[in-house]
């Protein structure tokens, strides 16, 4: 996976809560063999609605989900940060976040911000009223910040600081999933089988 550092660019407001993952990735598509390919059924239920903030072609091509709290409750699910990542999102900000649902956003590299209830808010009404607004999210620093389409050099309308913590932030600033965080130590496992006695089972 690739690492993550600054995110940038607009936002896709979804003012509502308790968003679980089945609305997200409904389970009908959870029979492919491929991990890829899911962008296109992310919150396929309600893309039959007209007025779905998706369908909006104002929104097209945002980079940041300004949501509601608990997003990602429900059956854990890796295929709903699949799908989300392959639609386009690199990065989802919320009030809360369900726990497994973070964990399998931060080994694909989707980074989860989480705001108190009102710079989320803030964020979300920003986005309604100026959907080019520019959302830059800084990993390192962590810090967010939102300005207006109109003065993309102006000062912020929301500046935030967030928290992360340590070893997720390592997970995506060095784009380490599962595997990659155990090859950090391929040398180390390789040294320790070698001095293994040999009536010990071996793992090759």
Request: charged share 25%.
């Given at each position: 996976?690739?690492p993550?550092r600054v995110?940038t660019g607009s936002?896709?407001?979804l003012?509502?809560?308790d968003i679980?993952t ?6 009908q598509?959870?029979k ?7 962008g ?6 309600w893309r ?9 072609e104002?929104?097209a091509?945002?980079s940041v989900?300004?949501t509601?709290p608990n997003?990602g409750c ?9 799908g989300l ?8 900000v919320?009030p809360?976040f369900?726990?497994?649902f973070?964990?399998n ?5 989707l980074l989860c911000v989480e ?5 989320v808010?803030?964020l ?5 009223r ?5 959302l830059?999210?800084d ?5 967010l910040?939102?300005?207006?389409s109109?003065a ?7 500046r935030?600081a ?7 932030k390592r997970?995506l600033?060095e784009g380490?999933d599962?595997?990659a965080?155990?090859l950090?130590?391929?040398r180390?496992i390789?040294g320790?089988?070698?001095r293994?006695?040999?009536w010990l089972?071996?793992?090759?």
């Open positions: 996976m690739r993550v995110v936002m896709a407001p003012d509502r809560g679980d089945d609305q997200i990735m409904p389970k598509f959870l492919r063999i491929e991990r890829t390919g899911f296109q059924f992310v919150f396929h239920d039959a609605q007209p007025d779905f903030v998706l369908n909006d104002r929104y091509g945002a989900l300004v509601g997003f429900g059956s854990s699910r890796e295929h709903a940060p699949w990542q392959q639609y386009g999102f690199e990065a989802i919320a809360s369900a726990d497994i973070r964990g956003c931060a080994t694909v590299g705001l108190a209830p009102g710079p808010e803030r979300i009404e920003l986005a309604r100026d959907p080019a607004a520019r830059r999210i990993l390192p620093r962590q810090t910040e939102a300005r207006g109109d993309p050099g102006g000062p912020a309308l929301v935030e967030f928290s992360v913590d340590a070893f997720t997970l600033l380490l599962e595997i965080l155990t950090v130590d391929d180390a390789a320790y089988e070698q293994r006695p040999d089972p071996t793992t090759g």
